[in-house]
C-alpha cells in the first residue's frame, strides 16, 4: 500500500457540514483529528485514523462513539497546539496534500493562530488550505499561483504576511497586475469574484481568505 498523499485534519471550531464541503473532502488517504476535531467525524461522514491531542476538549461521548480509533496522546502543559501535533502526525504518514477543516471560527486567537500555522506549514513546502464550509484560507508561498474555487459574487481577500508581498489577480472585479501589498494597508481586501479566482504571489507570504456570508 502506497503511503497517503492527501489528508484532512480536522480541528475544532464550527464546521457546516453541506454536501460542498462533504465534496471538497472527499478521496482523502488519511483522516487526522485533533482533540475536539473529532466531533466533526461523523456529521462530515468521515471515519478518523488518528486522533491527536492532549485530549482535554474532547467529550466523553464523542470518544465513546470512535471505540478503537488509535489515539497520540501528549501531555497537557506543551509547547505546540493539537493542530500543529495533528499536522505532524499526517506529515510523518506522508502527507504532502493537507486540508485543515475547521478552525476559523470561534477564540481569535486561536484562529490567528490557524492562520499562521498553515501559511508556515505551507511555505516549507506541503499544500495547504482550510475549510469550514462557509469560510476558507488558502496560503500562497512566493512564486506560487492558485485558482479559488469560489463562485461569481463571492467575497474574497488577499493579505500580506511578510512587510510586502506582489500578487497578481484574476477573474475578480478589481483584478491586480503585480501589484505591492503591504501588510498595514487595506489594498487586496474585500474584492468580489467573477467565478474561479486566479491568484498568484509573486513575491512575499500571502493568504488568501474567503470569509463567508455575514
Known sequence: MSAPRRALVLVGGAVHADDALRAALAGADLVVAADSGLRHA???????DLLVGDLDSVSDATLAAHAGLAVERHPTDKDALDLELALDAAAARGATWITVVGGLSGRLDQTLATVLVVQARHAAGATLEVLDGRRAVW?????????????????????ALDREARVSVAGARYPLDAA???RALGLGV???????????????????VAPGPD
Open 42 to 48: 461523523a456529521a462530515l461522514g468521515l471515519t478518523p
Open 139 to 159: 496560503p500562497l508561498r512566493p512564486g506560487e499561483a492558485r485558482e479559488l474555487p469560489l463562485r461569481a459574487g463571492e467575497r474574497f481577500s488577499l493579505l
Open 180 to 182: 505591492t501589498l503591504t
Open 190 to 208: 474585500s474584492n468580489v469574484a467573477l467565478g474561479p479566482v486566479r491568484v498568484a504571489a509573486h513575491a512575499g507570504a500571502v493568504v488568501a
